[in-house]
């Protein structure tokens, strides 16, 4: 029989929904077959794992198909924004690995032609200055099945409409006293299009543009034309906003712009679970000081993920894997932690810490006497080569790996039982000492010469152990980090509760650790394995007097192994 033919375009990844629509108009030529795609964050927070997404969806698709991605801010709103959260979303887009198209946009650069626009369909009769308080405007919305009602002010004339916004742009009136509305339809099915508003007044000092405006657009109407002005090609955006896309066109529609039109296409916004993405309940977490700040690493934060050692790499792999959906659905933080797991297992150096130290006694070992042994410093590049760990009579072993009476299955160093200590020597477990509480102080143990690391030997063990030599450890802190939540979704929680009602307890824990000396070259920002513990970073707040390490996330997911034995 014949082999079958390796047909090539069998295995060819399918290409997402967006990639369909690009190459599609690459294809037909539209927009001359560029591709300019944009990131449009407000700078009123810290940008969260849902924004990376976004981040590596609008600038690979540009990379992908040859094209470039603008970053604009959207501060449409100064009263929630500042110069602090610009900074930080430049510093994290650039961490992520992507380059913007330069200059840096913001809407603030078109004020005054969305001014104008504002002028325009004033003049055309398809806005209106209202005088309606934001309570009544809310009443008066109606519902979904029940028509809105049209506002008193609705038919003011062009010229007055003109001399009120006018007078709102010189700072004539208070805030809340009058906003500028688009005239559609209040008995539309679609609540965004009744009448929704254009400008409010905001009496605030903006970051870039001072004290020089009064009245600022919203985000519906700055949206849609500054994709215009960039002449953005696809304008790509989370789903909530796909019941906006009429508006958008509407806008876009009424103001005959002439030239190509973006336009508005929509994905699903990810949700992780155990996690909170909304930002004005990360905030409520920063200044009720559940966390540390913007960047602890607890938050879903790109600073706190960055501060806790997770890898550009392993997030683009990571929204790699999520792909774009059309449809909302939660996704299993275990994945994020699994790529996270995937990329450090081939970068991280090893190292031996003991986090819960129990002193072990080698009776036979020369007292005062101390060797160098090898130890791999990644055992998955083999180009990284060897270090030394000091070897000597007094050890720091874990005092989990410790049992006096064991269970069969119980593989690790108990009385009469032998274990291997990993680089090292087999040694056998003899006797142990107790204080006056019943602690167990120190364990004594034989080793055998002739089973050092690498040397042929008879002695078969089922067990091996790290360790840490006591003159030779040194001291570090290590903080403890696990889910910030004790619930899968605690966006979802029933009325009457709070989402902070299911914060862990246990989230952040600080212990004392003992390292072996090669430990003392870390730098903030350095990602170890802990062996048999997981995967460290040092973090910033270390000195030269102490080092302190953030947990990124243990070997396995011993999370789910917790859930397992609840659920049993």
């Given at each position: ?26 294809k ?15 700078p ?79 003049k ?23 028509p ?34 688009a ?165 991280a ?6 986090l819960?130290?129990?002193?072990l ?24 080569g ?20 064991p ?29 006056e ?5 120190e ?25 840490v ?92 192994k ?7």
């Open positions: 029989m014949n082999k079958p033919e390796n047909n090539a375009a069998e295995n060819k990844p399918s290409l997402n929904f967006l990639e369909q629509i690009i190459e599609n108009d690459i037909t030529g539209k927009h001359q077959g560029r591709v300019l795609t944009r990131f449009p964050p407000e009123n927070g810290y940008l969260h794992i849902g924004h990376a997404k976004s981040i590596c969806l609008n600038f690979g698709l540009a990379q992908k198909y040859n094209g470039k991605t603008n970053l604009r801010f959207d501060d449409t709103n100064p009263t929630k924004e500042s110069t602090e959260y610009v900074d930080a979303i430049m510093e994290d887009v650039k961490w992520l690995g992507f380059q913007w198209e330069e200059p840096v946009w913001y809407a603030s650069d078109y004020f005054e032609q969305l001014y104008e626009y504002a002028v325009y369909l004033i055309k009769g398809k806005a209106f200055v209202c005088d309606m308080s934001a309570e009544d405007m809310s009443k008066g919305r109606g519902t979904p099945q029940i809105g009602v049209e506002s008193p002010w609705r038919n003011r004339t062009v010229e007055e409409n003109l001399d009120l916004l006018d007078r709102m742009r010189k700072g004539e009136f208070q805030n809340g006293d009058r906003v500028l509305r005239k559609i339809d209040m008995a539309s099915p679609n609540m965004h299009m009744r009448d929704p508003v254009m400008y409010r007044i905001m009496h605030a000092h903006h970051h870039r543009t001072g004290d020089e405006w009064c009245i600022y657009p919203t985000y519906d109407w700055a949206h849609g034309q500054s994709d215009f002005i960039e002449k953005i090609t696809h304008s790509i955006c989370t789903l909530e906003f796909e019941v906006h896309r009429p508006l958008y066109e509407w806008f876009l529609d009424n103001l005959d712009i002439t030239g190509e039109r973006p336009r508005q296409y929509e994905f699903a916004r990810l949700n992780l679970s155990y996690t909170v993405m909304s930002k004005r309940k990360l905030l409520q977490l920063v200044e009720e000081k559940y966390v540390n700040g913007w960047d602890d690493p607890r938050m879903p934060t790109v600073s706190g993920l960055r501060r806790r050692g997770f890898t550009p790499a392993s997030i683009r792999t990571f929204a790699d894997r999520v792909g774009v959906a059309k449809r909302e659905n939660i996704i299993d933080v275990a994945l994020l932690e699994y790529c996270i797991r995937e990329d450090l297992n081939k970068k150096p090893r190292t031996m810490t003991v819960n130290p129990v002193k006694v080698i009776d036979n070992y020369p007292e005062g006497q101390s060797e160098e042994l090898p130890a791999l410093i990644n055992p998955e590049d083999p180009e990284s060897n270090r030394t760990v000091p070897f000597s009579r007094e050890l720091y072993i874990e005092r989990e790996d410790f049992m006096e009476n269970s069969k299955k119980f593989f690790r160093l108990a009385p009469g039982q032998e274990v291997r200590l990993k680089y090292a020597y087999v040694i056998h477990c003899n006797s142990v000492v107790k204080d509480n019943g602690e167990i102080t364990i004594h143990c034989t080793y055998f010469p002739d089973t050092k690391s690498g040397m042929e030997t008879t002695r078969k063990v089922k067990g091996t152990l790290h360790w030599s006591i003159p030779h450890a040194v001291e570090v802190d290590v903080r403890l980090y696990d889910r910030l939540f004790t619930v899968s979704e605690p966006e979802a929680v029933e009325e009457g509760q709070d989402f902070k009602d299911f914060i862990n307890p246990d989230s952040l824990k600080v212990v004392t650790g003992w390292c072996e000396p090669s430990i003392k070259s870390a730098v903030a920002g350095q990602a170890f394995q802990f062996e048999r513990l997981g995967y460290f970073n040092t973090d910033k707040d270390s000195t030269e007097e102490k080092l302190v390490f953030n947990r990124t996330v243990t070997l396995r997911d011993s999370w789910a917790i859930e397992k034995n609840q659920n049993k």
